[in-house]
T-cell receptor, first 114, second 114 residues
Framework: DSGVTQTPKHLITATGQRVTLRCSPRSGDLSVYWYQQSLDQGLQFLIHYYNGEERAKGNILERFSAQQFPDLHSELNLSSLELGDSALYFC?????????????FGNGTRLTVT | AQSVTQLGSHVSVSEGALVLLRCNYSSSVPPYLFWYVQYPNQGLQLLLKYTTGATLVKGINGFEAEFKKSETSFHLTKPSAHMSDAAEYFCAANLQTGANNLFFGTGTRLTVIP
């Protein structure tokens, strides 16, 4: 158990809809990262927050947004969903903002867009 | 361009045989390097990491990896494969100073043949 909690585990929705994925980091970790894992793209970094502030953006679509709240949990919002958004979305946390700290991953949310 | 390359998307070894999973990186700055393992329906779990110091690092489950700067490589090895090692393995590198943004390789699926 990594200590990172992601909900829900599975999500099935239709194209055009909006969903919210939630992540609770390990106790004491201030950084939260979101990754998308799909068969054709592999693991893609989406966004990084540290102590409530956005720190880095990766291959995140404009239809996607995220935030980290004062209690350090994070939410990833996906809107105007397309079939190609079907993927496994991982949240990871680490204690530091940068450098050598490893990431601790949750078990992911599997999103299926029909 | 900064990248992480894993040679071989699928590797099969016999139980008891040597495991060798290859990883090369491309970076303009000395990277921090990581190996993660993913079991089915689970998140990624840290196997080992290299930050500074000794270039041969030992991880969990008998795995180790050696950082070779001259070859820009960080190959993962285990002397004797066990059935429980069957999983997907990801090499990752923090290629940017001042940012904890991990670049992941495309993964190598390890099959262990009894």
């Amino acid at each position: 158990d990594s200590g990172v909690t992601q909900t829900p585990k599975h999500l099935i929705t239709a194209t055009g809809q909006r969903v919210t994925l939630r992540c609770s980091p390990r106790s004491g970790d201030l950084s939260v990262y979101w990754y998308q894992q799909s068969l054709d793209q592999g693991l893609q970094f989406l966004i990084h927050y540290y102590n409530g502030e956005e720190r880095a953006k990766g291959n995140i679509l404009e239809r996607f947004s995220a935030q980290q709240f004062p209690d350090l949990h994070s939410e990833l919002n996906l809107s105007s969903l397309e079939l190609g958004d079907s993927a496994l979305y991982f949240c990871a946390s680490s204690v530091a903002e940068s450098g050598s700290s490893p990431l601790h991953f949750g078990n992911g949310t599997r999103l299926t867009v029909t | 361009a900064q990248s992480v390359t894993q040679l071989g998307s699928h590797v099969s070894v016999s139980e008891g045989a040597l495991v060798l999973l290859r990883c090369n990186y491309s970076s303009s700055v000395p990277p921090y390097l990581f190996w993660y393992v993913q079991y089915p329906n689970q998140g990624l779990q840290l196997l080992l990491k290299y930050t500074t110091g000794a270039t041969l690092v030992k991880g969990i489950n008998g795995f180790e990896a050696e950082f070779k700067k001259s070859e820009t490589s960080f190959h993962l090895t285990k002397p004797s494969a066990h059935m429980s090692d069957a999983a997907e393995y990801f090499c990752a590198a923090n290629l940017q100073t001042g940012a904890n943004n991990l670049f992941f390789g495309t993964g190598t699926r390890l099959t262990v043949i009894p």
